[in-house]
C-alpha cells in the first residue's frame, strides 16, 4: 500500500513485529555477532544483506534511510556523517580523478570549496554555470569527461530556484545523472525525482532535524539512471570491483541499487563518514513532524518576507514566494506548496546598519546556522564573509547590508514585532 507523504513522515521506513519497539531502536552496538565464518562471508561477498560493522552499516541507520527514500520516491538511501559528507560521496561515486563536473554556481558556501578547492586537488574538474545559464551555456559546460551536473532545489544562501527539469535534460542528453541537493525545499514542498533528477543529496541537520540537535547527511537514489547504457562513462558501477571480489555494482544490484552499494560498499568502508545511530535517532523524530513543521516555516517565511518588502529601510527581499521575485514563476512550478523559512534582504545603510539591526532582536539569535524551530540570522559581510571588501562582496551578489533570516516555528506576529522594533532603532 502506498501512503501519502505525511503518513510516510510519520511511520515509514520501519514497520515492528509483534512484541518489537514501537520507536525505531537506537542499535547502539559497532559491531554484529555470527555463529560461523561462512556467515559472515556471505555477508563480506555482499552474498547475503546483514550487518557486521556499524561504519558500513547500521539497523537504525537503515530504518532512517529507509524513511528519506520512501518520502523522496527512491529506490535506496544512505545517511552519511553530514550534509559535506553526502555531497562528496555522492559525487566521488562517480567522478574521480581525470573527471569532471558541471555544478550551478549558486549553491552553499561549503560545497563550492568542496568542488572548486578539495575536490580538484583530487583531480576532479569543475564548470560552473548560473543556474540562469541559456541552453548554449548549458551545453557548452560540458566535456567528454562530464560524469554528473550538480545543483541545488533552493540554493543557500542566494534563495535561487533550480529548474531542475532544463537541467536534468541537458544532463541526461550527455549521459550523466542530475545530482540534486534538496536541503532547504525538503521532500515535504519539492521531490525532484518527480522532475527528472537521478540522485538527491540532504544536509539533514537543516529541516529534517529541524531542532538544531544533530549534524547529518543523507543520500538517496532515483534508480532511474541507467548506468549499463553508459558503462564507458562510469567503470565503477560497470566493471568489476577488485577491491570488492571483482563485483560489478550495476550488474549485481541493478539501477535501483547499484549506487547506494557501491556508495557503501566501497567509499564508507575507506572514508568512514557515517552518522552515529544516535544522531539517526534524532533525525527520525525530526522527519516525523517534518511535514507539520515545513508549513510553518513557509508561513513565517512569508509572512515575515512581505513585512521586510514593504518596510522603508529595506532596499530589496529575496524570497521566492513574493510576486514580483526573479524565482516567483518558477517556484510556482516546483514548488507549489511553499519554498522554506530562509528570507535574505537588504538593509539600506551597509554592515552597520545590518550589525546595528542584528543587535536589537530579541528573538532571531544570530548564528552560522539556518532551518530550525528558533528563528536566527547572519550578516554574511561581518561573518562567513567578513575577509571580503565591500566591492569583493557586491561581485560576489553579497551586499554588504544583507541579512539572511532563517524563520523558525514561533509565531510570526512576535517575529514581525521583533523585526519592526529592531528596524526602528537602526538608524
Ligand atoms: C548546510 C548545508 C550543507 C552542508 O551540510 P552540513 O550538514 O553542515 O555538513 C550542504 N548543502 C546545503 C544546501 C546546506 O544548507
Not at 522603508?312 to 516567483?328: E, H, I, N, W
Request: proline share 4%; hydrophobic share 40%; glycine share 8%.
Amino acid at each position: 500500500m502506498s501512503y501519502h507523504l505525511e503518513t510516510k513522515c510519520v511511520q515509514g521506513g520501519y514497520t515492528p513485529g509483534n512484541g518489537e519497539p514501537r520507536q525505531i531502536p537506537i542499535v547502539q552496538s559497532t559491531t554484529f555477532k555470527y555463529a560461523t565464518s561462512e556467515d559472515m562471508g556471505k555477508l563480506f561477498d555482499l552474498e547475503a544483506s546483514g550487518y557486521f560493522y556499524t561504519r558500513l552499516q547500521n539497523p537504525t541507520n537503515d530504518f532512517v534511510a529507509a524513511k528519506i527514500a520512501e518520502l523522496e520516491g527512491g529506490t535506496a538511501a544512505m545517511l552519511t556523517s553530514s550534509g559535506q559528507a553526502a555531497n562528496f560521496f555522492a559525487l566521488f561515486n562517480i567522478a574521480s580523478c581525470g573527471d569532471h563536473i558541471v555544478s550551478s554556481s549558486s549553491i552553499y558556501g561549503g560545497t563550492f570549496n568542496l568542488i572548486s578547492v578539495t575536490m580538484a586537488k583530487m583531480g576532479v574538474d569543475v564548470t560552473f554555470v548560473s543556474p540562469d545559464a541559456s541552453e548554449e551555456e548549458l551545453e557548452k559546460a560540458f566535456r567528454p569527461n562530464t560524469k554528473c551536473v550538480f545543483g541545488e532545489t533552493i540554493a543557500n544562501p542566494a534563495l535561487t530556484v533550480l529548474d531542475i527539469e532544463r537541467f536534468a535534460a541537458a544532463a541526461h542528453a550527455h549521459g550523466v545523472p542530475l545530482i540534486v541537493d534538496n536541503t532547504f525545499a525538503t521532500p515535504v514542498n519539492c521531490r525532484p525525482f518527480e522532475w527528472g533528477a537521478d540522485i538527491v543529496t540532504h544536509s539533514t541537520t537543516k529541516y529534517m532535524d529541524g531542532h538544531g540537535a544533530a549534524v547529518g547527511g543523507a543520500i538517496v537514489d532515483s534508480g532511474a539512471f541507467d548506468w549499463m547504457a553508459h558503462a564507458e562513462k562510469f567503470p565503477g558501477l560497470c566493471t568489476p570491483d577488485e577491491s570488492y571480489h571483482g563485483i560489478t555494482y550495476a550488474e549485481k544490484f541493478g539501477r535501483e541499487g547499484a549506487f547506494i552499494t557501491k556508495c557503501t560498499a566501497q567509499l564508507m568502508r575507506d572514508f568512514g563518514s557515517t552518522q552515529s545511530p544516535q544522531n539517526a535517532f534524532y533525525l527520525n523524530l525530526g522527519l516525523e513532524s517534518l511535514h507539520v513543521r515545513m508549513a510553518r516555516h513557509c508561513e513565517n517565511g512569508q509572512a515575515v518576507a512581505e513585512f521586510l518588502a514593504g518596510h522603508p529601510k529595506v532596499a530589496s527581499v529575496s524570497y521566492c514566494g513574493l510576486p514580483g521575485d526573479k524565482y516567483y514563476d518558477i517556484a510556482r512550478k516546483y514548488l507549489p506548496n511553499g519554498s522554506c523559512g530562509v528570507v535574505s534582504f537588504e538593509l539600506r545603510g551597509g554592515r552597520e546598519a545590518a550589525a546595528a539591526f542584528m543587535k536589537e532582536l530579541k528573538l532571531a539569535a544570530i548564528e552560522t546556522h539556518v532551518a530550525d524551530a528558533r528563528t536566527c540570522c547572519l550578516n554574511p559581510a561581518t561573518s562567513t564573509h567578513r575577509q571580503m571588501t565591500d566591492e569583493q562582496l557586491l561581485q560576489a551578489g553579497i551586499p554588504a547590508g544583507l541579512v539572511r533570516m532563517s524563520c523558525g516555528l514561533e509565531s510570526a506576529r512576535d517575529l514581525i514585532a521583533d523585526i519592526a522594533q529592531a528596524l526602528d532603532a537602526v538608524r
